[in-house]
C-alpha cells in the first residue's frame, strides 16, 4: 500500500514549486490507488506564518488535491501537525543516545561562532561528542541549555533515488546535525524521519535540495531499526534568468495564479509538466487523467523552467474543453461589461470567444466593437490574399449594401448567400466583400467570428448603418 505525503511549512502562500511537489505526491500515491496525507511542518516557530496553514489547505482544496489523511480528517496515524506532536521526538532521540547514535551538546553560539572556517562554513567538530556520562548527566541538572545530534558513524552511505538513481556519500562529508534544539523542539532534520516512519510513509518525493541530506535520514531509519522509504528527489525549478524559483525571486503565489485568471486545472496540468513528460507528447491533462499515467520514472533529473507563456497556453486549452456554460459562467461578468446592449445574446457571444481567448477576462475585448464601433484607419480594408484596399472596398460595400438592403430574412446563412450571389453577378470575389463588411462592422483587424455572423449579431438595422458609414469614409 502506497502512503506519500505533502510536508510543507507554514511559511507563505503555496507557489508553483510547492504545488508540483504536492501534485507528484499526489501523483504518485493516486496512481497505485495509496494514500495522500498532509503534513503541517511547523516546529520552526520562527518562520511561522500566521494563516499560512489555512492557505495551503485553500489553495489544495482549489486545486483538486485532496488529501485523504491530515489536519481535519480522519486518519489514524494523526495528529498531522508537527508541534502537536512533540511528546514523539524526544523520546526517539534519546533512544539514540542510548545506543550510541547521538549526543548531548551543551556548546554554546559564541564557540559553535569559532568554528566557522575561512568561507564562514560551520561544520560541528564533535567537541561535546567525548564528555563523559557524568559531566553530561551534572551539566543538564544544573540546567545547563543543550541540544541532541546525531553522530554520523565512519564509512560511506549509499541510497537509491528513483530519480536520480544510486547515490553514495562519504560520511566525513555529514555533519552531526542537531536532532532536538533547546527550545525541545525536534529540528526538520529529525522530524521528518520519525514522522514519515509514525505515518508509514512509502515514497517521499522532495526538492532535489534535500539530496545531500538524504545519507544522514538513512543513517538516522536505520540507527532506529526501521524501513528506510524509497526516495523521489525532483528535479530543480528556476525562473527565465535561471535562478532557483522561490519566495524570495518573486515566484508568484497559486492564490495569485488563480487571481490572475489561470484555471485551477491549467495550473495543476501546467505543473505536472514541469519536470515530468509522459512517454508520448501529450500535453493537456485533467488531474484524473494524470493520476492514470503518472509515473515516477518518468520524472526528470533536469532543472525546469518555469514559462509564464506555456502556462498560458496551456491555461487556453483548458478554456478550450470547458463546458459552453461554465465558460459563459467565467465570461458573463466581462461580456456584459463590454456589451451593455439589453439585446445582448451572451451565451452567443460566449460561445465564439471561447475558443480564442486565454483568459475568460479576455472575452469582453472580442466582442466590445458590438456597442461602439471603434475609430479605425482605412488601411484595415487592405487585404493581400482577400485582394482588397480601399477602393475595391468601398465598391464591395456598395455592392454589399444593395443586397443587404432588401434582404427580409436576416440570418447568418441568408446573408451569406445573397452576398456569394451579389459578389459573382459582380465580377468580385466573395472575399472582396466579405472582408470589407467585416472591417466596416468591426473596426478590428481580427474578429472572433467572420463577417456574415457579425452581421447577424447586429442585427440588419445597425448592419446596414455601419455599412453605409464605411462607404462614407472610404
Ligand atoms: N517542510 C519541508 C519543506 O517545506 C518539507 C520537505 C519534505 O517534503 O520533506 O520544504
Given at each position: 500500500?502506497?502512503?506519500?505525503?505533502?510536508?510543507?511549512?507554514?511559511?507563505?502562500?503555496?507557489?508553483?514549486?510547492?504545488?508540483?511537489?504536492?501534485?507528484?505526491?499526489?501523483?504518485?500515491?493516486?496512481?497505485?490507488?495509496?494514500?495522500?496525507?498532509?503534513?503541517?511542518?511547523?516546529?520552526?516557530?520562527?518562520?511561522?506564518?500566521?494563516?499560512?496553514?489555512?492557505?495551503?489547505?485553500?489553495?489544495?482544496?482549489?486545486?483538486?488535491?485532496?488529501?485523504?489523511?491530515?489536519?481535519?480528517?480522519?486518519?489514524?496515524?494523526?495528529?498531522?501537525?508537527?508541534?502537536?506532536?512533540?511528546?514523539?521526538?524526544?523520546?526517539?532521540?534519546?533512544?539514540?543516545?542510548?545506543?550510541?547514535?547521538?549526543?548531548?551538546?551543551?556548546?554554546?553560539?559564541?564557540?559553535?561562532?569559532?568554528?566557522?572556517?575561512?568561507?564562514?562554513?560551520?561544520?560541528?567538530?564533535?567537541?561535546?561528542?567525548?564528555?563523559?556520562?557524568?559531566?553530561?548527566?551534572?551539566?543538564?541538572?544544573?540546567?545547563?541549555?543543550?541540544?541532541?545530534?546525531?553522530?554520523?558513524?565512519?564509512?560511506?552511505?549509499?541510497?537509491?533515488?528513483?530519480?536520480?538513481?544510486?547515490?553514495?556519500?562519504?560520511?566525513?562529508?555529514?555533519?552531526?546535525?542537531?536532532?532536538?534544539?533547546?527550545?525541545?523542539?525536534?529540528?526538520?532534520?529529525?522530524?521528518?524521519?520519525?514522522?514519515?516512519?509514525?505515518?508509514?510513509?512509502?515514497?517521499?518525493?522532495?526538492?532535489?535540495?534535500?539530496?545531500?541530506?538524504?545519507?544522514?535520514?538513512?543513517?538516522?531509519?536505520?540507527?532506529?531499526?526501521?524501513?528506510?522509504?524509497?526516495?523521489?528527489?525532483?528535479?530543480?525549478?528556476?525562473?527565465?534568468?535561471?535562478?532557483?524559483?522561490?519566495?524570495?525571486?518573486?515566484?508568484?503565489?497559486?492564490?495569485?495564479?488563480?487571481?490572475?485568471?489561470?484555471?485551477?486545472?491549467?495550473?495543476?496540468?501546467?505543473?505536472?509538466?514541469?519536470?515530468?513528460?509522459?512517454?508520448?507528447?501529450?500535453?493537456?491533462?485533467?488531474?484524473?487523467?494524470?493520476?492514470?499515467?503518472?509515473?515516477?520514472?518518468?520524472?526528470?533529473?533536469?532543472?525546469?523552467?518555469?514559462?509564464?507563456?506555456?502556462?498560458?497556453?496551456?491555461?487556453?486549452?483548458?478554456?478550450?474543453?470547458?463546458?459552453?456554460?461554465?465558460?459563459?459562467?467565467?465570461?458573463?461578468?466581462?461580456?456584459?461589461?463590454?456589451?451593455?446592449?439589453?439585446?445582448?445574446?451572451?451565451?452567443?457571444?460566449?460561445?465564439i470567444?471561447?475558443?480564442?481567448?486565454?483568459?475568460?477576462?479576455?472575452?469582453?475585448?472580442?466582442?466590445?466593437?458590438?456597442?461602439?464601433?471603434?475609430?479605425?484607419?482605412?488601411?484595415?480594408?487592405?487585404?493581400?490574399?482577400?485582394?482588397?484596399?480601399?477602393?475595391?472596398?468601398?465598391?464591395?460595400?456598395?455592392?454589399?449594401?444593395?443586397?443587404?438592403?432588401?434582404?427580409?430574412?436576416?440570418?447568418?446563412?441568408?446573408?451569406?448567400?445573397?452576398?456569394?450571389?451579389?459578389?459573382?453577378?459582380?465580377?468580385?470575389?466573395?472575399?472582396?466583400?466579405?472582408?470589407?463588411?467585416?472591417?466596416?462592422?468591426?473596426?478590428?483587424?481580427?474578429t472572433p467570428c467572420g463577417a456574415?455572423e457579425i452581421?447577424?449579431l447586429?442585427?440588419?438595422?445597425?448592419?446596414?448603418?455601419?455599412?453605409?458609414?464605411?462607404?462614407?469614409?472610404?
Amino acid at each position: 500500500m502506497i502512503r506519500t505525503r505533502y510536508a510543507p511549512s507554514p511559511t507563505g502562500f503555496m507557489h508553483i514549486g510547492n504545488l508540483r511537489s504536492a501534485l507528484y505526491e499526489y501523483l504518485i500515491a493516486k496512481h497505485e490507488g495509496g494514500t495522500f496525507v498532509l503534513r503541517i511542518e511547523d516546529t520552526d516557530q520562527d518562520r511561522y506564518v500566521e494563516g499560512a496553514a489555512d492557505a495551503i489547505f485553500e489553495t489544495l482544496r482549489l486545486t483538486g488535491l485532496d488529501f485523504d489523511e491530515g489536519p481535519g480528517k480522519e486518519g489514524s496515524y494523526g495528529p498531522y501537525i508537527q508541534s502537536q506532536r512533540k511528546a514523539n521526538y524526544l523520546p526517539q532521540a534519546e533512544k539514540l543516545v542510548a545506543g550510541g547514535h547521538a549526543y548531548y551538546c551543551f556548546c554554546d553560539k559564541d564557540r559553535l561562532d569559532s568554528l566557522a572556517d575561512a568561507h564562514g562554513i560551520k561544520k560541528y567538530d564533535r567537541y561535546c561528542a567525548g564528555l563523559s556520562k557524568e559531566e553530561i548527566a551534572g551539566r543538564i541538572q544544573g540546567g545547563e541549555a543543550y541540544v541532541i545530534r546525531q553522530l554520523v558513524p565512519e564509512g560511506k552511505t549509499s541510497f537509491r533515488d528513483e530519480v536520480y538513481g544510486d547515490i553514495t556519500m562519504d560520511n566525513k562529508e555529514l555533519e552531526d546535525q542537531i536532532l532536538i534544539k533547546s527550545d525541545g523542539m525536534p529540528t526538520y532534520n529529525f522530524a521528518n524521519v520519525i514522522d514519515d516512519h509514525d505515518m508509514a510513509i512509502t515514497h517521499v518525493a522532495r526538492g532535489s535540495e534535500y539530496l545531500t541530506s538524504t545519507p544522514k535520514y538513512k543513517l538516522l531509519y536505520e540507527a532506529l531499526g526501521w524501513d528506510v522509504p524509497l526516495f523521489v528527489h525532483l528535479p530543480l525549478l528556476v525562473n527565465e534568468n535561471g535562478q532557483k524559483l522561490g519566495k524570495r525571486n518573486g515566484a508568484t503565489s497559486i492564490p495569485q495564479l488563480l487571481e490572475m485568471g489561470f484555471l485551477p486545472q491549467a495550473i495543476v496540468n501546467y505543473a505536472a509538466l514541469l519536470g515530468w513528460s509522459p512517454t508520448n507528447n501529450q500535453e493537456i491533462f485533467t488531474l484524473a487523467q494524470l493520476e492514470e499515467i503518472f509515473e515516477a520514472k518518468n520524472i526528470s533529473k533536469s532543472p525546469s523552467t518555469f514559462d509564464m507563456v506555456k502556462l498560458t497556453w496551456v491555461n487556453a486549452e483548458h478554456i478550450k474543453r470547458l463546458a459552453p456554460e461554465v465558460f459563459l459562467g467565467l465570461a458573463l461578468p466581462h461580456l456584459k461589461d463590454a456589451v451593455k446592449s439589453p439585446a445582448a445574446d451572451y451565451a452567443r457571444l460566449a460561445a465564439i470567444t471561447q475558443s480564442r481567448v486565454s483568459f475568460a477576462h479576455e472575452a469582453g475585448e472580442l466582442v466590445n466593437f458590438i456597442d461602439a464601433l471603434p475609430e479605425y484607419d482605412i488601411e484595415l480594408y487592405t487585404h493581400k490574399k482577400m485582394k482588397t484596399n480601399p477602393e475595391v472596398a468601398k465598391q464591395g460595400l456598395e455592392v454589399a449594401l444593395a443586397t443587404l438592403e432588401t434582404l427580409s430574412d436576416w440570418t447568418h446563412d441568408t446573408i451569406a448567400a445573397a452576398v456569394s450571389a451579389a459578389a459573382e453577378a459582380n465580377g468580385l470575389s466573395k472575399g472582396q466583400l466579405l472582408w470589407p463588411i467585416r472591417t466596416a462592422l468591426s473596426g478590428k483587424p481580427t474578429t472572433p467570428c467572420g463577417a456574415t455572423e457579425i452581421c447577424e449579431l447586429l442585427g440588419k438595422e445597425e448592419s446596414l448603418k455601419r455599412i453605409k458609414a464605411g462607404i462614407e469614409k472610404l
